[in-house]
């Protein structure tokens, strides 16, 4: 009886452990993919985030690696499927979630480029990536094997070191961050500069492109780009003016609802900290 009685309780504990939070997804495999955008220009998938690399017949240029683990996977994926050296790496921005991993390509090689607020920033807060090489302050073109990348910084906006890619063939612009499709910012803002941020993504409108390739969620257009500089105005004002009237955050976080922009991508859960880090901003 009594060994029957261990043996449940046996049964019992590891159907308690299995069910803990985040054991689920601590056992699933990251979700990896490789797609063609156009011409030589793919993006590439982990989980959440992408990046986008060119492919040329004298190498690759790669943009933002996510982490060592991914940035193996796609060295692998792109040796693979093309045959072809990673020539460059592009950092869009400082943060750890986007370029760790970097060394993986510099290791073989590869020039690692990124804004000279970046290299700084990288150095400053250890981010565990390859330093950059390259750096540049407004703008820079790469040449590879008969194609160009275009990087610009358009000032200060989701970090004060944030470039954009404009591949010119494939009429694309590869942003991070800053601008998204039909999705709500990121929660409060984080590193986040106003009115920066909105003069960045102004800028986006006078770029020559017609595909919109974020570092998050679906790809998009130029009037995806309008759209979210349009969220982010709207919501400024509503601010602004809940501040002028002497209304506290939790007030305007209950009363300052986007309705217009209710059927966006985390509406629901990231309105309320939008707000937060709206007014963060506007009153730090």
């Keep these: 009886m009594k060994t029957c009685s261990r043996f449940l309780l046996l049964i019992l504990g590891m159907a308690v452990f299995a069910a803990l939070p985040g054991r689920a997804e601590a056992q699933d495999p ?34 933002d690696p996510i982490n060592a683990e991914a940035a193996k996977w796609l060295k692998d994926e792109i040796k693979t499927r093309f045959n072809q050296p990673i020539k460059y790496v592009v950092y869009s921005h400082d943060h750890a979630d986007h370029v760790s991993g970097g060394e993986v390509f510099a290791d073989d090689g590869a020039v690692v480029v990124a804004h000279e607020q970046a290299k700084a920033d990288i150095i400053a807060n250890s981010v565990p990536t390859a330093v950059p090489e390259v ?43 800053f601008v998204s499709v039909k999705r709500l910012p990121f929660r409060t803002f984080r590193d986040g500069f106003i ?76 309105r309320a900290e939008n707000v937060e880090g709206m007014h963060r901003m506007l009153t730090q």
Excluded: C
């Design 195 to 270: 009115p920066d941020l909105i003069n960045a993504i102004d800028k986006v409108g006078e770029i020559d492109f017609d595909i919109l390739a974020p570092g998050h969620g679906a790809l998009g257009g130029k009037q995806d780009a309008a759209d979210h500089g349009q969220y982010v105005k709207d919501l400024k004002a509503e601010v602004e003016a809940g501040i002028a009237a002497g209304k506290s955050l939790e007030e305007m976080q209950a009363s300052i609802t986007m309705d217009k922009y209710a059927d966006w991508g985390q509406y629901k859960e990231w």
């Design 135 to 177: 750096t540049f302050t407004d703008s820079h073109t790469l040449t590879l094997g008969g194609k160009t990348v275009e990087l610009s910084f358009l000032g200060k906006s989701h970090s004060d070191n944030m470039i954009v890619a404009r591949f010119p063939e494939e009429r694309t612009l590869f942003t991070v961050d």
């Design 30 to 63: 990251p979700k990896r993919a490789i797609t063609q955008i156009a011409g030589d220009l793919y993006r590439f998938q982990n989980n959440f985030h992408f990046s986008v690399f060119l492919v040329t017949p004298e190498g690759v240029i790669v943009t």
